[in-house]
T-cell receptor
Framework: DAGITQSPRHKVTETGTPVTLRCHQTENHRYMYWYRQDPGHGLRLIHYSYGVKDTDKGEVSDGYSVSRSKTEDFLLTLESATSSQTSVYFC?????????????FGPGTRLTVT | SQKIEQNSEALNIQEGKTATLTCNYTNYSPAYLQWYRQDPGRGPVFLLLIRENEKEKRKERLKVTFDTTLKQSLFHITASQPADSATYLCALVSNQAGTALIFGKGTTLSVSS
């Protein structure tokens, strides 16, 4: 998985609780992304980062916040989890110098909000 | 709004045949289109990128075409094998920096021996 780890890999939490997912990379890639994948919707971008402390919203950013204080770490926070945020969350990284624009994905975090 | 569709959720073929997967898009003119493979319980893995000025791209048993007039990309796997069974995703690269991808929902290919 190209030097990308996600933690935790599985989490069950209750509605209304805060949740933080962590993505860690050892590739020193500039760009990092958070996606969610749901049946019938495919992969959808939540937020992405183009450098330390530089982030921007994606297609489905409502209810999520992110932070990137170091090149290698990108955190996704659900301030108050809802059942609609039950999903599989993938982190990805990319290097703008790679001409194929390929993104390398982590193994995913399965989050269940009860 | 930009929309990307993969023609079928599932495709079943016999080993040795050619699998053809379709990706159609509307309301956009992407400079690039990518194909990824995803195995159950794992993240997607990049396979190929094709640019708008390229008609065809090949990599081993894989071939991708890109028709900007039809707004369609075709993904072929020749001499398919059971190990090719997976979900295949197409993705539009929707900005010049290559940072914004719009994914299709995927087609799950099953190759039987």
């Amino acid at each position: 998985d190209a030097g990308i780890t996600q933690s935790p890999r599985h989490k069950v939490t209750e509605t209304g609780t805060p949740v933080t997912l962590r993505c860690h990379q050892t590739e020193n890639h500039r760009y990092m992304y958070w996606y969610r994948q749901d049946p019938g919707h495919g992969l959808r971008l939540i937020h992405y980062s183009y450098g330390v402390k530089d982030t921007d919203k994606g297609e489905v950013s409502d209810g999520y916040s992110v932070s990137r204080s170091k090149t290698e770490d990108f955190l996704l926070t659900l301030e108050s989890a809802t059942s609609s945020q039950t999903s599989v969350y993938f982190c990805a990284i990319s290097d703008p110098g790679v001409e194929t624009y390929e993104q390398y994905f982590g193994p995913g975090t399965r989050l269940t909000v009860t | 709004s930009q929309k990307i569709e993969q023609n079928s959720e599932a495709l079943n073929i016999q080993e040795g045949k050619t699998a053809t997967l379709t990706c159609n898009y509307t309301n956009y003119s992407p400079a690039y289109l990518q194909w990824y493979r995803q195995d159950p319980g794992r993240g997607p893995v990049f396979l190929l990128l094709i640019r708008e000025n390229e008609k065809e791209k090949r990599k081993e048993r894989l071939k991708v075409t890109f028709d900007t007039t039809l707004k369609q990309s075709l993904f072929h796997i020749t001499a398919s094998q059971p190990a090719d069974s997976a979900t295949y995703l197409c993705a539009l690269v929707s900005n010049q920096a290559g940072t914004a991808l719009i994914f299709g929902k995927g087609t799950t290919l099953s190759v039987s021996s």
